[in-house]
Structures are given as C-alpha cells and as structure tokens.
C-alpha cells in the first residue's frame, strides 16, 4: 500500500495541549449543511443511531449525507443493504490520484435517497483517522456533493478521542452522544465530552446533547447530566425490534409496522425535527475519573 501522507502539528493552546493534532484545511469547510458528529462507546449503537436518524431526516424532506468513519464500514449497511467500499479502498486502486475518481465509485444512495459514505480507516497500527476524514470531505467539496445537502452525519468509531477520530469535531456545528444508562458508557461519554471541550477552543463544534439507547432507565444518566450541564434529546429502549431492524438490513421506518415500532420511528422523526430547528450549545464540563465513581455510587 502506497504510504499516505499525514499532516499533523503541536496543538495551538488550549487544543489537546502538547498532544499531536490534525488540523483542519480552511478549504476544506463543510458549507451551509447542518452537521452533526455522533460519538458513544464502542458496540452502544451508534450506527443504528446514525442511519435512524439519518432516515428520519429524510423523511422530513431533508437531503441528507452520512459518513462513516471506522474502519469496519458497516455505518451505513442498513442504509444501502451492504457493506460499501471505502473512500481509502477506492483511493488505493488508483494509486491514491483522486481526480480518477467518480461520485459513483464511493458515494451510495442508500434508503429514501440518504447518500452514504464510508470513509475507512488506515490500516491497523499505521496511520490516522485524521487524515481519512480530511481526504473524504475533500472529494465530496471537489464533487460539489456538499452544495446541495442540508444535513450531514458523521459517525466515528467508538469513543476514541485521539487527535485523528477527533477529526469530524472540526467540520460538526453540534457532537452528539450516544449513550446507556451504564457506568462503562457513562465514563466513555464523559472523555468524549473533554474532547469536544477541547476542539470548541479552536473550532465551531459545541456538545448539542445526549441521546440515550438501548436503556430501559435514564436514572444514572440523568444523575450525570445534572452534574456536568448536559441534557437527554432522545430516548430509545432496549427494544428486540431495534435489534431484528440491524438483521433484516433495513432502517427502523422499513420494518414492519407494529405499536412499539412507530413509537420508535416518532422519536427519531422528533428528535430530527429538533436537531432540524436548532438547539442551543450545551456548556458541559466533564468530571475528573474520581468524581464519577463517586457520582455513580462506586467505592
């Protein structure tokens, strides 16, 4: 594989003080699009979110665009019904000389016209998340696929908050988070929460709220979002149908109608028409590791 170049520098003050970071190229600004970067623990539904929330905008009437960022590309495999190539796979095969790519070769339309993207990842052990979001939001502005799109999603891997995956903090108007009612997911939110933080220093990103998934209570979340300024935009249960929607390959408003699934469809629709009109920035402040088993009830 031909190496990849990737631009990093000491961090301005303030953002990830002393650490390496990924900035972004002014060039490279998204636009008019509303964009939204969603983030959570690993394996707590973030790509179910994403694609849900993603077709929820959609039916709304909105021209929606979702980037996966993760190197296993199943953001948008309920969206298209496949597992799509990604943006460094394709750039491989033409020797990393993207002016021999087409729209075609790595966008998708996905359901009710959603278009997908599946950024990747570099290799295992080599390379930065950075530099793949910076080379997929570059094509997509040189595709003029950006003029035309009133929401953006990206969804990034797990709750990695190195300066790499932090990269769609740079291009987002608002990070949400996708969260259990759980300590583990709880304590992955607060870090991401410190990453955000430190990003609004420098960028327009600001945390737009929490959204809770595959949880029966809230009474944990809610203890920590009193605590730190942070609020519940949506709320999904841990629901059998969410996980069938995932098998069958298909968006929550494609399965089968039943009272627990259009209930889960109107939170979606809710909770875009809410993002749609705008929330306020919530001025969060994540806790020190101590505070939150101290806050959660541990010893």
């Not at 973030?46 to 590309?73: E, M, W, Y």
């Not at 304590?187 to 933080?197: K, V």
């Not at 995932?246 to 009272?259: G, N, Q």
Request: glycine letters at 10%.
């Amino acid at each position: 594989m031909r190496a990849v170049p990737i631009i990093v520098e000491r961090s301005r003050p303030g953002d990830g003080e002393g650490s390496l970071q990924v900035h972004l190229d002014p060039s490279l600004r998204i636009g008019t699009a509303k964009v939204f970067a969603v983030y959570g623990k690993g394996g707590i539904g973030k790509s179910t979110t994403s694609s849900n929330l993603s077709a929820a905008f959609s039916r709304l009437g909105k021209r929606v665009l979702q980037i996966g960022c993760d190197p296993k590309h199943d953001s948008t495999f309920t969206l298209t019904k496949r597992l799509v190539p990604t943006v460094i796979d394709i750039l491989e095969q033409v020797d990393f000389h993207a002016e021999e790519l087409r729209v075609e070769d790595f966008v998708y339309e996905g359901y009710n016209g959603v278009l997908c993207v599946e950024a990747g990842g570099p290799p295992a052990g080599t390379g930065c998340g950075g530099y793949v979001v910076g080379q997929t939001v570059k094509l997509l502005k040189e595709h003029h696929l950006l003029d035309d799109t009133d929401v953006v999603i990206f969804d990034v891997l797990g709750d990695v908050v190195c300066g790499g995956f932090a990269a769609p903090l740079q291009h987002a108007d608002r990070a949400l988070i996708v969260t259990a009612n759980d300590f583990d997911s709880i304590f992955a939110m607060n870090r991401i929460i410190a990453a955000i933080q430190a990003k609004a220093r420098n960028y327009k990103v600001r945390v737009g709220g929490v959204i809770a998934n595959r949880s029966a209570q809230t009474d944990q979340l809610d203890r920590f979002n009193a605590r730190t300024g942070l609020s519940t935009l949506a709320h999904f249960p841990d629901l059998d149908a969410i996980r069938r929607s995932r098998l069958k390959k298909a968006t929550l408003f494609e399965m089968e109608a039943s009272p627990e699934i259009e209930a889960v469809q109107q939170e979606y629709l809710q909770l875009a028409a809410r993002l749609w009109a705008g929330t306020a920035p919530l001025v969060a402040e994540s806790l020190k590791d101590r505070e939150i088993f101290d806050l959660l009830g541990f010893d």
